[in-house]
């Protein structure tokens, strides 16, 4: 079984700064893009950015300059740093990842349970 844990959200003003980490767990073979989502209250889950397994990287227009994703493949971790943080960016965060269990099988989706970020004064 393989899991997905996320930690670093909580509450912060806004201007500031939070950095969420999630890390894979399980008999994991390799894992392919890994990602972060978030869903704000009443609304829809949208893409915050994914990166590939050699760096590669791709941001929501909403984000991009704002948010840096990275990951660290030997702790199959993969981070979300949060600069500028405004009101709008308060949501719940998930993060996301394309994971293969054994060589040459299909690759198995796996979502975290989610973080929660708060921008507020």
């Known amino acids: 079984q393989v899991q997905l844990v996320e930690s670093g959200g909580g509450l912060v003003q806004p201007g500031g700064s939070l950095r969420l980490s999630c890390a894979a767990s399980g008999r994991i073979f390799s894992i392919n893009t890994m990602g972060w989502y978030r869903q704000a209250p009443g609304k829809e889950r949208e893409l915050v950015g994914i990166?590939?397994?050699?760096?590669?990287?791709t941001y929501a227009d909403s984000v991009r300059g704002q948010f840096t994703i990275s990951r660290d493949n030997a702790k199959n971790t993969v981070y979300l740093q949060m600069n500028s943080l405004k009101p709008e960016d308060t949501a719940v965060y998930y993060c996301n990842a394309d994971v293969r269990l054994q060589p040459m099988t299909r690759l198995l989706e796996v979502w975290g349970q989610g973080t929660l970020v708060t921008v507020s004064s």
């Open positions: 990166i590939s397994s050699t760096g590669s990287t």
